[in-house]
């Protein structure tokens, strides 16, 4: 049975680099696997120095096969990105092994801080998003297991501070970029950090509509950002997906705000009729929030192309 | 407009829509109080025949696209619920998802909803099989690759792409994402030596499709390649060698997302395999290694034949 189609005309040779590379990515994936498998299996029979000297190898090996390739390279970065991620697990071997009693903020803290000389090394925007990562991974821990156990700030505040950080980051890249470091100079990078930052000061934005207290801070980070980062996208430096993420999330806000405002009009005592009619204005709320959403966006990237032609 | 943008749209259409869907739930069920499932099938048919029009519409814009699509996408889930709720069987969600998705496929043109409505259909289908605890679920599921396969590589009249990406797509999802971590893994044979066959059968079917319409003297790395795809079929678990049959169709095809899919399912079945029950981890080192080098080897082969070719 023949393939009756015509096959995509496509460039072969691409195609056959792809193919060439995929061979030799997935073949090495496999075996390594395979190797951390059996040290896996044999773990537990292995005294601390083979685990150390096991790990201390690997990073050993990474950090002079990412010399070899060239620091700037695509595999030397690869090999640099590697090298933070051995790291981080012999940190873990370490509290295994000695059992420290050190919190996980700490060992993440510790990470955070040793992986800078292989982070300034790569000029990577990958493993900047990489570390910037860690670098939250560790301050959550922090407020997790020290900053609100301890009373020094509410759940809700600690969250928008940590969406506050993420949003501070995004504006050290564009300074950064700005003064001439032109590898950071990366869209899926801008994209992802407004992302995540907004998406985190979403949260306790959110349940100070839902709630009505406690979260001031958080909701008013949240139209700070969420207003700043549309207005320089939209205007200094122009970037339509930024502008489109802060544009849902506020109509996201809007919506659960009107939700909100319709069932403390309409009443939550249980009634058919009160539930219907409240679910019927919430229903025009969001189609008309929606529809606005749509031509909002229409109405920015019109302004946004026009400005980019010099109109 | 870019597909993020669509994303906000589709995400305010598809809050908007369950409201809808909440409010019809509402009136019938507290108003009405009616109090059978056969309700919610009712609402749905009305939610898919609103959805239906709206996407009919010739000058239909972003947003009433995206409210349709949202809009008869619940309605078919609540009609196939509402019927499956009634006999208090899942089964019986099946072949009423199947008659929705024939509606669908007839009266509109749009991609994203005829995908879901075939996705309702295999996700039903997948419930079903584990709810009756059916014996070799996998090598059952792994019928769909090659259909999907075919429907890809010789499209009918009719476009049934949608269709058949979901087809091609479920083995994949089904084996890397479900079955390891369902009742099939528990006192009952899931199969897979059918599917091993059926996917060392599709790997011959398109490599030798692609050397037949390139005509080229290509014959010894397309061997190579249909020697390392056999070992590596007869050494994995089939959810490993499904992800690498997606990636030799995007080959094929010249089709990057394909590739990305199977790169990422890859990925995860490795990741996943670690946990899986069936063997040792010590067997399933060896074995990981064993396919590592029959992949090795075959770069290596595929190189050097290149080499000597240009060379020559």
């Not at chain 1, 059992?99 to 919190?103: K, L």
């Not at chain 1, 309409?266 to 249980?270: E, F, N, Q, R």
């Given at each position: 049975m023949l393939i009756r189609t015509r096959l995509r005309d496509r460039d072969d040779d691409i195609w056959r680099l792809w193919a060439l590379r995929a061979l030799l990515v997935l073949g090495a994936a496999h075996f390594l696997a395979g190797v951390v498998f059996f040290f896996a299996y044999n773990w537990d029979d292995l005294g601390p120095f083979a685990r150390f000297g096991l790990l201390q190898g690997a990073l050993i090996v990474a950090l002079v096969a990412a010399f070899a390739a060239g620091l700037h390279r695509p595999a030397g970065q690869a090999l640099l990105i590697a090298a933070s991620v051995i790291t981080g697990v012999l940190f873990g071997v370490i509290g295994q092994v000695y059992?420290?009693?050190?919190?996980a903020w700490e060992l993440f803290a510790a990470w955070t801080v040793l992986v800078l000389p292989w982070l300034f090394a790569s000029r990577s925007s990958a493993h900047w998003f990489l570390w910037c990562a860690l670098a939250l991974t560790a301050f959550s821990a922090y407020g997790d297991q020290v900053l609100i156990p301890m009373g020094v700030i509410a759940a809700g505040d600690f969250m928008a501070v940590a969406g506050a950080l993420v949003i501070a980051f995004l504006v050290l890249v564009e300074l950064v970029i700005r003064a001439g470091v032109g590898w950071l100079d990366q869209r899926w990078m801008r994209v992802s950090l407004a992302l995540v930052g907004l998406a985190i000061l979403l949260i306790p934005a959110i349940g100070f509509v839902l709630e009505?207290?406690?979260d001031e801070l958080g909701f008013a980070m949240f139209l700070v950002a969420a207003g700043a980062l549309g207005y320089i996208y939209a205007r200094v430096l122009p970037e339509f997906a930024v502008v489109a993420i802060a544009t849902g999330f506020a109509a996201l806000l809007a919506m659960v705000a009107g939700g909100r405002v319709i069932f403390e009009i309409?009443?939550?005592?249980?009634e058919a009729g009160s539930l219907v009619m409240g679910l019927l204005m919430l229903l025009l709320w969001c189609g008309f929030l929606t529809a606005s959403t749509v031509r909002l966006l229409n109405l920015f990237n019109r302004q946004m192309a026009a400005r980019g032609r010099g109109d | 407009m870019p597909w993020y943008v669509k994303m906000v749209v589709g995400v305010g259409a598809w809050i908007t829509a369950v409201v809808a869907m909440l409010l019809g739930g509402a009136i019938v069920m507290l108003l009405m109080k009616i109090e059978s499932a056969l309700a919610l099938a009712v609402i749905g048919a009305a939610y898919l025949a609103l959805g239906l029009w709206l996407l009919r519409q010739?000058?239909?814009g972003l947003f009433a696209t995206q409210m349709g699509i949202a809009t008869a996408a619940a309605g078919a889930a609540l009609v196939s619920a509402g019927f499956a709720g009634e006999a208090e069987?899942?089964?019986?969600g099946l072949p009423v998802s199947a008659v929705v998705a024939v509606v669908i496929f007839l009266l509109t043109t749009n991609k994203t909803l005829q995908f879901l409505a075939a996705a309702l259909v295999a996700a039903i289908f997948v419930i079903t099989l584990e709810v009756e605890r059916v014996p070799y679920a996998l090598d059952i599921v792994a019928l769909a690759t090659p259909v999907g396969l075919y429907l890809l590589l010789n499209?009918?009249?009719?476009?049934?792409a949608p269709a058949a990406i979901v087809l091609l797509l479920t083995f994949p999802l089904f084996s890397v994402f479900i079955a390891p971590d369902t009742v099939f893994a528990r006192n009952i044979d899931i199969g897979g030596w059918v599917a091993r066959a059926i996917h060392i059968v599709l790997f011959i079917w398109l490599v030798d499709g692609y050397r037949r319409q390139r005509g080229r003297a290509i014959d010894q790395r397309v061997a190579t390649f249909v020697a390392a795809a056999i070992l590596v079929c007869l050494l994995l678990p089939p959810g490993g060698s499904a992800a690498l049959l997606l990636m030799a169709f995007a080959y094929v095809t010249g089709s990057m997302s394909f590739a990305t899919l199977g790169i990422v399912l890859q990925a995860q079945f490795i990741f996943r395999y670690y946990y899986s029950l069936e063997m040792t981890l010590l067997n399933k080192s060896l074995l990981l290694m064993a396919v590592g080098v029959v992949l090795l080897s075959a770069w290596w082969f595929v190189q050097r034949s290149e080499r000597q070719g240009s060379n020559a």
């Open positions: 059992q420290t009693g050190a919190d009505g207290d406690g309409v009443g939550t005592d249980g | 010739v000058d239909a069987e899942v089964w019986v499209p009918p009249q009719r476009d049934l």
